[in-house]
């Protein structure tokens, strides 16, 4: 609920004068408030085991139970139950509903700007509009040279409902391009690095280059291109125009000098034969935390392609997002064994510590990601080592103190 009154006190000014229904505003600042997501669930189960065991101790119901010779522990079995189904649960909206609901945002945010262009474009032509009837008005009217405030507002408001008129009719709507704009990628197999201009995935890209480098880093060639589309039938790039640049090395002279140049014509086509498809740049290109699980699995599939480090992340987020949901299981846990009261301790000592040792946990599989990342954790250990190691000891503590 927080974070969906933040997202309406952040957001909801854009909406004013724009033509959007209730439902619309109300899916997208229901799609905002999915971005807290991976903590939401494990708090909100931690606050209601640990009520749920502080009012059980506190009605002496958790002695009763012992008393019974019953174990707390497996009594509670439908607790448990209650927050594996809240880890899957957890794990759907992760990997299924939040890429969607922020693809809808994103398509939201575009007709915002849309609209935002359109309102600055429109206060611009109606100043102008206004200035010019004021002067014409001013000019055939010389027993008056100035109209009242009242008056100017007026037509002001005329003016403005006329050109918003002729705007509604005009045809202009968002759109939203398919594929990216400025895009950067490089293939550490066959060591190229790409940049766009403007990138498209079913369409023709412009403003190319591409350079090629050798083992060592150094500069082999250079390609630019005009414009550039990928050919599906031949499986190679077809390059309009730019020009070809071969480099080579003097022994005294660490820096590249050009050996070749060619310049092609605008309406010159050459075949590339690179390997990416616009498809894969399109893919290879994202961080692999902005991906869900889907598309981590689907970058692996050319792992050969990814420099070393980019690599590593990749395989550390798939571990990640395969253990993390477990966090809310590892919450229930450790909510439950530290506020069940043992001597003079009393339940909210340890409501306190099992809150410090969630924050701990959830910090510390932060940091276990950056250290995967830089090489200094392997994949599996960074992503899932921090969930197995807190769920091991949530259960262990837990039957300790059942």
């Given at each position: 609920m927080t974070c969906l009154l933040l997202s309406v006190f952040d957001d909801l000014p854009d909406f004013q004068g724009a033509d959007f229904s209730f439902r619309t505003?109300?899916?997208?600042?229901?799609?905002?408030?999915?971005?807290?997501?991976?903590?939401?669930?494990?708090?909100?189960?931690?606050?209601?085991?640990?009520?749920?065991?502080?009012?059980?101790?506190?009605?002496?119901?958790?002695t009763a139970i012992r008393a019974a010779g019953l174990s707390l522990l497996v009594t509670a079995l439908p607790v448990w139950g209650l927050c594996l189904f809240l880890c899957g649960a957890e794990m759907y909206l992760m990997e299924v509903v939040k890429p969607a609901a922020n693809r809808y945002a994103d398509e939201v945010r575009v007709q915002l700007e849309h609209h935002r262009q359109l309102k600055k474009r429109l206060d611009a032509r109606v100043k102008e509009e206004l200035e010019r009837q004021l002067k014409e008005q001013n000019g055939a009217n010389s027993d008056r040279t100035t109209s009242s405030r009242e008056e100017q507002i007026a037509k002001e408001n005329e003016i403005r409902r006329a050109l918003a008129h002729v705007e509604a009719n005009s045809g202009s709507h968002p759109t939203r391009q398919k594929g990216q704009n400025a895009l950067s990628y490089y293939n550490a197999q066959n060591r190229t690095?790409?940049?766009?201009?403007?990138?498209?995935?079913?369409?023709?890209?412009?403003?190319?280059?591409?350079?090629?480098?050798?083992?060592?880093?150094r500069l082999l060639s250079r390609r630019i291109a005009h414009q550039a589309q990928y050919d599906s039938v031949t499986q190679k790039w077809l390059f309009q125009g730019g020009e070809t640049v071969q480099f080579e090395y003097l022994e005294t002279d660490e820096l590249p000098h050009p050996s070749s140049i060619v310049r092609h014509g605008d309406d010159e086509i050459t075949q590339m034969p690179y390997a990416e498809t616009p498809q894969e740049i399109e893919l290879l290109h994202h961080q692999p935390d902005e991906l869900n699980l889907k598309g981590l699995i689907r970058m692996l599939r050319f792992a050969d392609r990814l420099p070393d480090a980019r690599r590593r992340f990749v395989r550390t987020m798939v571990a990640y997002r395969l253990f993390y949901p477990l966090s809310t299981l590892v919450a229930g846990l450790l909510g439950f064994a530290l506020t069940i009261t043992q001597g003079r301790k009393s339940a909210i000592t340890g409501f306190v510590i099992a809150a410090v040792l969630l924050m701990f946990y959830y910090s510390f599989a932060q940091q276990a990601v950056v250290m995967g990342r830089s090489g200094l954790l392997s994949p599996f250990a960074a992503g899932a080592l921090p969930t197995i190691l807190a769920l091991s000891g949530s259960l262990l503590l837990a039957w300790k103190r059942q």
């Amino acid at each position: 609920m927080t974070c969906l009154l933040l997202s309406v006190f952040d957001d909801l000014p854009d909406f004013q004068g724009a033509d959007f229904s209730f439902r619309t505003e109300l899916l997208y600042f229901l799609a905002r408030s999915l971005d807290p997501l991976e903590t939401i669930f494990p708090f909100a189960t931690f606050l209601g085991v640990s009520f749920m065991t502080i009012v059980k101790g506190k009605n002496s119901e958790l002695t009763a139970i012992r008393a019974a010779g019953l174990s707390l522990l497996v009594t509670a079995l439908p607790v448990w139950g209650l927050c594996l189904f809240l880890c899957g649960a957890e794990m759907y909206l992760m990997e299924v509903v939040k890429p969607a609901a922020n693809r809808y945002a994103d398509e939201v945010r575009v007709q915002l700007e849309h609209h935002r262009q359109l309102k600055k474009r429109l206060d611009a032509r109606v100043k102008e509009e206004l200035e010019r009837q004021l002067k014409e008005q001013n000019g055939a009217n010389s027993d008056r040279t100035t109209s009242s405030r009242e008056e100017q507002i007026a037509k002001e408001n005329e003016i403005r409902r006329a050109l918003a008129h002729v705007e509604a009719n005009s045809g202009s709507h968002p759109t939203r391009q398919k594929g990216q704009n400025a895009l950067s990628y490089y293939n550490a197999q066959n060591r190229t690095e790409w940049q766009f201009a403007d990138f498209r995935v079913a369409e023709p890209c412009h403003g190319i280059v591409v350079w090629v480098t050798d083992t060592s880093g150094r500069l082999l060639s250079r390609r630019i291109a005009h414009q550039a589309q990928y050919d599906s039938v031949t499986q190679k790039w077809l390059f309009q125009g730019g020009e070809t640049v071969q480099f080579e090395y003097l022994e005294t002279d660490e820096l590249p000098h050009p050996s070749s140049i060619v310049r092609h014509g605008d309406d010159e086509i050459t075949q590339m034969p690179y390997a990416e498809t616009p498809q894969e740049i399109e893919l290879l290109h994202h961080q692999p935390d902005e991906l869900n699980l889907k598309g981590l699995i689907r970058m692996l599939r050319f792992a050969d392609r990814l420099p070393d480090a980019r690599r590593r992340f990749v395989r550390t987020m798939v571990a990640y997002r395969l253990f993390y949901p477990l966090s809310t299981l590892v919450a229930g846990l450790l909510g439950f064994a530290l506020t069940i009261t043992q001597g003079r301790k009393s339940a909210i000592t340890g409501f306190v510590i099992a809150a410090v040792l969630l924050m701990f946990y959830y910090s510390f599989a932060q940091q276990a990601v950056v250290m995967g990342r830089s090489g200094l954790l392997s994949p599996f250990a960074a992503g899932a080592l921090p969930t197995i190691l807190a769920l091991s000891g949530s259960l262990l503590l837990a039957w300790k103190r059942q």
